[in-house]
């Protein structure tokens, strides 16, 4: 089974706009492209990776598209429509489900003012199209409002297939522990919901975290999800913040070492390979 790493961006500050990316976010606050990735990738043994959207807009989409086209190892793109404009989405996700890397979609919901965003009813159509294409969705769930909506999500769009971002960044940093233990469970119940066992460095203390500061936030994922619903991502650049991709590599591999081959190999790969339809 390949090796994926199903959570990470690349962005161009002189080409693209990015409006949560201000000089306050300090060393990530830059142009970051495949040709710095790629030897990190190399280190740790990934072979693939999933692109995901870094900015609610066309252009951004049409960016990593392009990314995909000229680098192998971007094996799916998850990029962003218009969901609330559901006759917009429509004609863009009939444009880019031409493109054989288009695997997802997202939307930078805790960017937005309405934590309630998402499960308006123009979204939640726009839902149903991803849904009829057999696209899934990532969410951004930051605040327990955002992971509260994952089971109305599942359930107003059953056909729909889901994936938790970062495991909705947990309170590593302050041993913290509900609602989100609660919260995560109850989004696990439903069948159709994934996550990604990814940007939980950034949720820590960023210099002194160790697999030991993660592991009870992704044993209780293992025990909730199992590994057949739970991938590996590195969240780089945003990883940098709190380390680099060879402690997240590193770290993660200490987190899974308890696993057995095949169900270590599913978090690394093989899930990813299934969400995202990527050929391995």
């Given at each position: 089974?390949?090796?994926?790493?199903?959570?990470?961006?690349?962005?161009?500050?002189?080409?693209?706009?990015?409006?949560?990316?201000?000089?306050?976010?300090?060393?990530?606050?830059?142009?970051?492209?495949?040709?710095?990735?790629?030897?990190?990738?190399?280190?740790a043994g990934v072979?693939?990776?999933?692109?995901?959207?870094?900015?609610?807009?066309?252009?951004?989409?049409?960016?990593?598209?392009a990314q995909a086209?000229?680098?192998?190892?971007?094996?799916?793109?998850?990029?962003?429509?218009?969901?609330?404009?559901?006759?917009?989405?429509?004609?863009?996700?009939?444009?880019?489900?031409?493109?054989?890397?288009?695997?997802?979609?997202?939307?930078?919901?805790?960017?937005?003012?309405?934590?309630?965003?998402?499960?308006?009813?123009?979204?939640?159509?726009?839902?149903?199209?991803?849904?009829?294409?057999?696209?899934?969705?990532?969410?951004?769930?930051?605040?327990?409002?955002?992971?509260?909506?994952?089971?109305?999500?599942?359930?107003?769009?059953?056909?729909?297939?889901?994936?938790?971002?970062?495991?909705?960044?947990?309170?590593?940093?302050?041993?913290?522990?509900?609602?989100?233990?609660?919260?995560?469970?109850?989004?696990?119940?439903?069948?159709?919901?994934?996550?990604?066992?990814?940007?939980?460095?950034?949720?820590?203390?960023?210099?002194?975290?160790?697999a030991d500061d993660?592991?009870?936030?992704?044993?209780?994922?293992?025990?909730?999800?199992?590994?057949?619903?739970?991938?590996?991502?590195?969240?780089?650049?945003?990883?940098?913040?709190?380390?680099?991709?060879?402690?997240?590599?590193?770290?993660?591999?200490?987190?899974?070492?308890?696993?057995?081959?095949?169900?270590?190999?599913?978090?690394?790969?093989?899930?990813?390979?299934?969400?995202?339809?990527?050929?391995?």
């Amino acid at each position: 089974m390949a090796v994926i790493d199903a959570h990470q961006h690349f962005w161009n500050l002189e080409t693209g706009s990015y409006p949560w990316l201000t000089p306050a976010a300090g060393p990530i606050h830059r142009t970051f492209e495949p040709e710095e990735l790629l030897p990190q990738l190399a280190a740790a043994g990934v072979e693939r990776t999933v692109l995901v959207q870094a900015a609610d807009s066309y252009a951004d989409t049409d960016a990593m598209l392009a990314q995909a086209d000229a680098h192998d190892f971007i094996a799916a793109v998850v990029g962003w429509v218009p969901l609330n404009r559901p006759d917009e989405a429509a004609e863009a996700l009939e444009r880019y489900r031409r493109h054989p890397r288009f695997a997802g979609v997202r939307h930078l919901i805790h960017d937005d003012p309405d934590p309630d965003w998402v499960i308006q009813d123009s979204v939640i159509e726009g839902l149903g199209l991803l849904a009829e294409a057999g696209l899934p969705f990532d969410v951004v769930a930051v605040l327990p409002r955002h992971l509260e909506h994952v089971p109305v999500l599942a359930e107003r769009v059953p056909g729909l297939r889901l994936v938790i971002d970062h495991l909705a960044k947990p309170p590593i940093k302050d041993k913290g522990w509900e609602p989100w233990a609660s919260l995560i469970a109850r989004a696990a119940e439903h069948p159709n919901v994934h996550a990604k066992v990814s940007g939980l460095n950034t949720a820590a203390d960023p210099v002194t975290w160790t697999a030991d500061d993660l592991r009870p936030y992704v044993d209780h994922a293992l025990e909730v999800f199992g590994p057949d619903r739970l991938m590996f991502g590195s969240d780089w650049p945003v990883a940098i913040l709190a380390g680099d991709y060879a402690k997240v590599w590193k770290e993660t591999g200490a987190l899974l070492a308890g696993l057995t081959e095949a169900d270590r190999a599913a978090v690394l790969g093989g899930t990813a390979a299934r969400f995202y339809g990527i050929e391995v």
